[in-house]
């Protein structure tokens, strides 16, 4: 349906320019110049305008073409210059996270072996400290055993001998001390 109503649209009129009149204005136009039709004037006139319509609008139009096709080349280096840049700081970035790979494992190696020789180091004092300890334990025995055998040896002697019990002189006690001191 649009199509139709587009279609009179354009058709109508062209029929209704079409009707009648066109004999009459062609023989006055005739009269008039000599000619049949004005096809070539219109043609000099039409070049005439495009001549003077590139002269007054072909540098401006050069010119606006010429300034968007600078201005896109610099946005393009501008756009380069900065692609250029984060890769020179991707390749950047890149070398610190390397060397901080390589120092993380050089401090967990670090680590490590101050762990091994923290750990020899303890295991060493705990040994030194275990035979302390056994030799304390051993001094401690023996000292216990000779207290007992000294408190044993009173509790014998003290019970069963008396000073009636044993004959002294002079000369005994004076050879024992004797004996005693050299």
Do not use: C
């Not at 199509?3 to 320019?17: F, N, T």
Request: net charge negative; charged share 30%.
């Amino acid at each position: 349906m649009k199509k139709i109503i587009l279609l009179s649209l354009l058709v109508v009129p062209a029929i209704l320019v079409a009707s009648g009149h066109a004999e009459s204005e062609t023989s006055r136009y005739f009269m008039q110049t000599g000619r049949e039709s004005d096809f070539w004037p219109r043609v000099i006139n039409f070049t005439i305008f495009a001549a003077l319509l590139y002269y007054l609008v072909a540098n401006p139009i050069k010119e606006f073409f010429k300034g968007r096709s600078e201005g896109i080349a610099s946005q393009l280096n501008e756009i380069e210059e900065k692609l250029q840049a984060a890769k020179n700081e991707k390749k950047e970035a890149q070398a610190r996270l390397d060397a901080s790979e390589k120092k993380a494992e050089e401090i967990l190696a670090d680590a490590k072996a101050e762990a091994v020789i923290l750990a020899e180091k303890i295991a060493t004092a705990n040994e030194n400290e275990l035979a302390v300890l056994e030799k304390q334990l051993a001094e401690k025995m023996n000292f216990e055993e000779r207290k007992s055998a000294r408190e044993a040896i009173d509790e014998v002697l003290s019970e069963n001998i008396t000073t009636d019990d044993i004959n002294l002189d002079e000369t005994k006690v004076v050879d024992i001390i004797s004996k005693k001191v050299v």
